[in-house]
Each structure stands twice: as structure tokens, then as C-alpha cells.
């Protein structure tokens, strides 16, 4: 199901209901498997469809764990609420929480160069280097899959068959879907859209917004030298080559992606680089 294309109002109807709060109806955010809106009181409630195998393999409470995180700009979780449609065999949750110091930096996969400050870029290395700090039992669910050893072996091999040094070696807590729609600026740096948050290779956000970021050469230099230690390192190298997958692989987006030629030259780059480790 794709909530940008699905009626919502029933949802919105339960959120209200449930959260004890009327909803802006005119300030509706949908994206493929949430759906978002401003409050009567100031905060914002997002609600996220799960299915059901879905639910089960991820568990829930995605951003009321991300309460316990010291350091890490991100909204200020208030509250949160889960119920079940039988109709469609699916899950809903819906957390409640602070609104966002900005809007999105921009697209998820940028043409564009924000041109972010310096002041920006600090906020986000000490963000994501308190991140790595922390200890969690959740496993991260990049594209709503739980990341393992064997899934980053099959999604790399599987776009670059010559790639067999796909050991990682470093595991740590990671947003998991950090890309520029989900981080604020160009001013105030916050993290948001926490559901898929949990432990996985170190490197994945680094490697995530570097690809993200391909398309803009000045802006994917950037973020290699500000995440180098990162993606520098060779659980940094593999997270490089398993986002890249999903750029050439069976998956991809479109043939005209600016990113296509690069990926592969990069992802040569890399598996030589892994080889010769």
C-alpha cells in the first residue's frame, strides 16, 4: 500500500481519537508508508502502516527508544499509540512529537547543492558520532529489512558479482534511512524519521548520504571528507557497496539517474579497495 495515493482520513481519524488531539488537516504529509500532520497543541503526530509479517519481524517503539539518546538532534518524543486493522492485515502506530526546528534540507536524492554551513556539518558529525555511542537491542531496517550479514552479502553480490569481501567487522546504532529529506537545515541540523533505527554495519548512514548525495559532485565530496573516518573504514567500504547495490541493482529507479555511471565506477573502486585488504 502507498499512503501517498491511499484515502487517509479514517487513519487521521484514529490518531485523533487516540492521541486526544485535532489534527491540521491542511498541513498533511504523506510519503509511502506514513502519513503526518500538525497538532492543536503544537507538536506533530506521525503514523506509519506496517503489515502485519512487517510488524512482527520489526517490533515496534522505533522512536520512543530514541528517547534514551544523549547528544542525537532529533524531535522530542511525547508519546505514541498502536492499534490493528484486521481489514488489511496491517499494523498502524502513531507517535506524537515535537515539530521540526526547519524543513527538510531537501529531496531525498539531491540534484541540488544546499550549500550547508560549516556550523551544519559539526552538528551533524557529533550527532552521528553520540549515535555510535549508544547500545541497542533493535536491529535496523533499512528499506523495511532487517539488516544481517547474509542480507548485505546477497544485495551486493547480487548487483556486483565480482564483490566476495563483504565481511563486515564493525556493528553500531544507525538511523538507517538518513538521506536529505530527513534531516533539517540549511540552519538547525535534526534527525528525523526514526522507524527504522537499530544496531548495523558502521558506516550505513555515511555510505546512505554519500549516495544520496552522488549526483551533486561538490556536495559527494563533501560528505566524503566530513564521514571519512566512516567510509574510510572497511565496514564503511561494505556499507558504501550495499547502498550502491540498490542504485544498479534489480531494484533501481530509473535508467536515467545521474548516479548510474558513477555508482559503478565507485563500486569498482571499492571492491578492489576490499580485495587488497
Given at each position: 500500500?502507498?499512503?501517498?495515493?491511499?484515502?487517509?482520513?479514517?487513519?487521521?481519524?484514529?490518531?485523533?481519537?487516540?492521541?486526544?488531539?485535532?489534527?491540521?488537516?491542511?498541513?498533511?504529509v504523506r510519503k509511502r508508508r506514513t502519513v503526518g500532520a500538525g497538532t492543536d497543541r503544537g507538536t506533530w503526530a506521525r503514523v506509519e502502516r506496517r503489515p502485519w509479517a512487517r510488524a512482527r519481524e520489526q517490533g515496534w517503539g522505533g522512536f520512543a527508544a530514541t528517547a534514551a539518546l544523549a547528544g542525537v538532534a532529533m524531535p522530542r518524543w511525547y508519546g505514541?499509540?498502536?492499534?490493528?486493522?484486521?481489514?488489511?492485515?496491517?499494523?498502524?502506530?502513531?507517535?506524537?512529537?515535537?515539530?521540526?526546528?526547519?524543513?527538510?534540507?531537501?529531496?531525498?536524492?539531491?540534484?541540488?547543492?544546499?550549500?550547508?554551513?560549516?556550523?551544519?556539518?559539526?552538528?551533524?558529525?557529533?550527532?552521528?558520532?553520540?549515535?555510535?555511542?549508544?547500545?541497542?537491542?533493535?536491529?535496523?531496517?533499512?528499506?523495511?529489512?532487517?539488516?544481517?550479514?547474509?542480507?548485505?552479502?546477497?544485495?551486493?553480490?547480487?548487483?556486483?558479482?565480482?564483490?566476495?569481501?563483504?565481511?563486515?567487522?564493525?556493528?553500531?546504532?544507525?538511523?538507517?534511512?538518513?538521506?536529505?529529506?530527513?534531516?533539517?537545515?540549511?540552519?538547525?541540523?535534526?534527525?528525523?524519521?526514526?522507524?527504522?533505527?537499530?544496531?548495523?554495519?558502521?558506516?550505513?548512514?555515511?555510505?546512505?548520504?554519500?549516495?544520496?548525495?552522488?549526483?551533486?559532485?561538490?556536495?559527494?565530496?563533501?560528505?566524503?571528507?566530513?564521514?571519512?573516518?566512516?567510509?574510510?573504514?572497511?565496514?564503511?567500504?561494505?556499507?558504501?557497496?550495499?547502498?550502491?547495490?540498490?542504485?544498479?541493482?534489480?531494484?533501481?529507479?530509473?535508467?536515467?539517474?545521474?548516479?548510474?555511471?558513477?555508482?559503478?565506477?565507485?563500486?569498482?573502486?571499492?571492491?578492489?579497495?576490499?580485495?587488497?585488504?
Open positions: 500500500m502507498d499512503l501517498r495515493q491511499e484515502p487517509v482520513d479514517h487513519v487521521l481519524d484514529q490518531v485523533e481519537q487516540r492521541l486526544g488531539t485535532r489534527l491540521d488537516r491542511r498541513s498533511v505514541s499509540t498502536t492499534w490493528q486493522d484486521p481489514d488489511d492485515r496491517a499494523i498502524w502506530h502513531a507517535d506524537e512529537t515535537s515539530l521540526l526546528p526547519e524543513l527538510p534540507v531537501g529531496a531525498a536524492v539531491t540534484a541540488v547543492d544546499p550549500e550547508l554551513p560549516d556550523d551544519w556539518w559539526r552538528s551533524l558529525n557529533a550527532s552521528l558520532a553520540e549515535l555510535a555511542l549508544q547500545r541497542t537491542a533493535r536491529v535496523a531496517t533499512p528499506d523495511t529489512e532487517q539488516i544481517t550479514q547474509q542480507l548485505v552479502d546477497a544485495t551486493i553480490k547480487a548487483a556486483f558479482p565480482g564483490a566476495h569481501e563483504t565481511r563486515v567487522d564493525q556493528w553500531c546504532p544507525a538511523h538507517a534511512d538518513l538521506n536529505w529529506a530527513n534531516i533539517t537545515g540549511p540552519r538547525a541540523f535534526c534527525m528525523f524519521d526514526w522507524e527504522d533505527w537499530g544496531m548495523a554495519p558502521r558506516g550505513l548512514d555515511s555510505a546512505s548520504l554519500y549516495a544520496a548525495s552522488l549526483a551533486v559532485p561538490a556536495l559527494a565530496d563533501r560528505v566524503r571528507r566530513e564521514r571519512r573516518a566512516d567510509l574510510e573504514s572497511r565496514a564503511g567500504m561494505v556499507m558504501q557497496l550495499f547502498v550502491l547495490a540498490k542504485i544498479v541493482g534489480r531494484h533501481a529507479g530509473p535508467n536515467d539517474d545521474p548516479r548510474m555511471g558513477l555508482a559503478h565506477r565507485e563500486a569498482a573502486r571499492l571492491i578492489r579497495a576490499l580485495q587488497g585488504d
